[in-house]
T-cell receptor, first 115, second 115 residues
Framework: SQQGEEDPQALSIQEGENATMNCSYK?????LQWYRQNSGRGLVHLIL?????REKHSGRLRVTLDTSKKSSSLLITASRAADTASYFC???????????????FGPGTSLSVIP | NAGVTQTPKFQVLKTGQSMTLQCAQD?????MSWYRQDPGMGLRLIHY???????DQGEVPNGYNVSRSTTEDFPLRLLSAAPSQTSVYFC??????????????FGPGTRLTVL
């Protein structure tokens, strides 16, 4: 089963509105990352938050992490049509074999921003 | 820098055939990984490597082999292709296998169809 689950599966908003996506995970993590994927293309890294951090900002992006609830949220403020994409959370989980992190992705949220 | 390159871009195989998907990076990254993405779904980790000679299984390793003889290359071998392996395959790399540098850079993907 997947480590992270995004919610909602799909989100449609008007340009200028804020978009919030949530990610829940099952076991303890070392860090959590958010990625964006434009249709049919490779993923692009947006932001990484470590397990000892609670909030992080990057431009119009704000990510929060609540390790007690095993959840994270990604907020995109003042959305633009160019933000239309799928957004994935990914969690780093330590491998017993290598002692390094495996990076596991959730199923994603499909965001549509209507001009 | 070319970044992460994948070949071929498209491939059609018949059931039972074998083939190797190529992945190379020129950023001297330690960590490389292979994911598959099925329609409407997130990425699932197949195998990953934390350095030359060190590989580990991901979430869906069956039917795939990997080896890492150089830092630059991380080929994925399909031993006996099955229709269930029809998917888009992404290769990714990151600077360090350690926690801090877990941002992954993705290749453009290989779209594989097994008939």
């Amino acid at each position: 089963s997947q480590q992270g689950e995004e919610d909602p599966q799909a989100l449609s908003i008007q340009e200028g509105e804020n978009a919030t996506m949530n990610c829940s995970y099952k076991t303890s993590i070392n860090n959590l990352q958010w990625y964006r994927q434009n249709s049919g293309r490779g993923l692009v890294h947006l932001i990484l938050i470590r397990s000892n951090e609670r909030e992080k900002h990057s431009g119009r992006l704000r990510v929060t992490l609540d390790t007690s609830k095993k959840s994270s949220s990604l907020l995109i403020t003042a959305s633009r049509a160019a933000d239309t994409a799928s957004y994935f959370c990914a969690t780093g989980k330590t491998s017993m074999k290598t002692s390094y992190d495996k990076v596991i992705f959730g199923p994603g949220t499909s965001l549509s921003v209507i001009p | 820098n070319a970044g992460v390159t994948q070949t071929p871009k498209f491939q059609v195989l018949k059931t039972g055939q074998s083939m190797t998907l190529q992945c190379a990076q020129d950023m001297n990254h330690e960590y490389m990984s292979w994911y598959r993405q099925d329609p409407g779904m997130g990425l699932r980790l197949i195998h990953y490597s934390v350095g030359a000679g060190i590989t580990d299984q991901g979430e869906v390793p069956n039917g795939y082999n990997v080896s890492r003889s150089t830092t630059e290359d991380f080929p994925l071998r399909l031993l006996s292709a099955a229709p269930s392996q029809t998917s888009v395959y992404f290769c990714a790399s990151s600077y360090s296998a350690g926690e801090v540098y877990n941002e992954q850079f993705f290749g453009p993907g290989t779209r594989l169809t097994v008939l």
